[in-house]
C-alpha cells in the first residue's frame, strides 16, 4: 500500500494536519504511541477541541487511518513528525519524544521519503539531531532522502486562521529539501514561506512565541503600576492602538498558559546560555514576570476581600473559566492552577465554573465545580473572571455578584474591579 503522507503524533498539531491533507485529496494515514488515541481516532472520536467526531468521520471516509504500527510508515512518501517537545525537570528542552519518533522513522525510511519535522525546537535539531539519527541506516540526505523542518503555527480555537490559510514557513536542509518541503505543503495550504535553511525556520517559530511571551510581560509588568498609580491601563491600550502603524495591543492577563507561549521561549534561552554562555535576557525577564501573575492576581483578590472587610481565609472564591484559552478546553499550563493554588494557601474556600471542564483541583485537591452558576454567583463573597469564554454574559455576571474582578478587562470602566 501506498501513502501521500504519514503523521507522527495524532495531537492538536498533527491530527489537523491529516485533517487539511485529506480533504485535500491526499492518501493520510497517522501513527500514534498512545493506543487508547488511535483506537479513539478508529471509531471517530476526537480528543481534540479544534477537531470534532463529525470531523474524524469524515476524513475517515476519506480514508484517513490510525495506526500504532510503525511498518506502515514505510509506504509513505511524506512523513510529518509532530511530537510534543515539553521542558525537563531542570527548565530544558525535553526531546525524548522527538528522539523517539525519529528513531521510529529511522527504521522504517525507505529511499524517496520525505521528512519534516514540525515540532517546535531549539535552532539545529533538524540538523544535529534528526539527520544523523535518520543517516543512520546508510541512507543520505540529498541522495536518498528529504529533510526539512516547518514550525507548526495552529492556533487552537482561532475561527479565522487555520492550516489552510496561515502562510507555512519551510526550511529545508539543502535547498532541494525547501524545495521538495514547499511543494508538498503547497498541495493542501494557499502560501508556502521558503526560508533560507532549516535553522531559520526553527528560529522564526521562536521569535513569533518569544514576541508574543516578551509583549505580554511588558503589559503585565504595567498592570501593576498602573493600578498603583490609579491609571487604567486597558484605557491606555484601547488609546494606543488607535495608532495605525508600529503598535500592536497585548493585554495583560493573570499569567501566560498553552503547550507554547511558557515553553518555546525557554528552548531559545536554554539553547544561548549552553552554546554561548550568556543569557537571553529579554526571555528571562518575560518569564519571571508572567510567572508571578497568578500570585499578584491572588493579592489583588486579598486586597479587594480586605477593602470589604472580609478575611480570605474562609471567604468563597469563585473562578469562572480555569483553561487557558477561551471557549476551548484545553488546561495546559493554564495560571488558573496557581492562582488557586495561591487562594487555598491563604484559606479561601474556591469553587469554579467552566462550561468546558468537568474536573479541576490544585495540589491534588479536587476543587468544587459550580453547576448552577446564577446561584454560586450570589454565594460567592468574590467572583474572579480568569477566562473570558463567549458563553459567559459578564455584564450579568457582575450584576449577580457582591465582588467581581475581571482580569480580563471586558467590563466597562468602574463596572467591576479590573487588574
Ligand atoms: N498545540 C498547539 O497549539 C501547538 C501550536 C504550535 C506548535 N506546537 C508544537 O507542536 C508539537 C506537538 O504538540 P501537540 O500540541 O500536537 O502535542 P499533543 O500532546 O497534543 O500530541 C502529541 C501526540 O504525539 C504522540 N506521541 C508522543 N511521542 C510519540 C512518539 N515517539 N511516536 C509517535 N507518537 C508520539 C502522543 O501520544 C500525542 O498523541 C510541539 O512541539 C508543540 O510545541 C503546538
Redesign the pocket.
Known sequence: MHADLAI????????PLAHEATRAGLSVIG????QA?VDGLNSNVS??DDLSDDQIAEIRSLGFRATTD?TELATAQTIV??????LSEDGGPDL??????T??VARNLQAGTLVVL????YPGTTEELVQPMLEAGGLELGKDFNLAFS??????GNPTFGIKNTPKVVGGITPACTDRAAAFYGRFIDTVVPAKGAREAETA?LLENTYRHVNIALVNEMARFCHELEIDLWDVIRLAKTKPFGFQAFYPGPGVG???IP??PNYLSYNVRSRLGYPFRFVELAQEINATMPSYVAHRAQNILNDAGLATKGATVLLLGVTYKPDIA?Q?ESPAVELAEALVKLGADVRFHDPYVERWGVDGLSLTREEDLDGSLEKADLVVLVQHHKAYDVPALVDRAERFFDTRGVTAPGEAHRL
Open positions: 507522527v503524533g495524532l495531537g492538536y498539531v498533527g491530527l501513527f500514534d504511541v498512545n488515541v480528543h481534540i510503525e513528525i509532530c511530537v510534543p517537545t515539553p525524548g519524544p522527538v528522539r523517539s519518533a528513531a521510529t514540525e515540532s517546535t525546537t514550525p507548526e503555527r495552529v492556533d487552537p517559530k498553552g503547550h507554547c515553553i518555546d484545553d495546559r
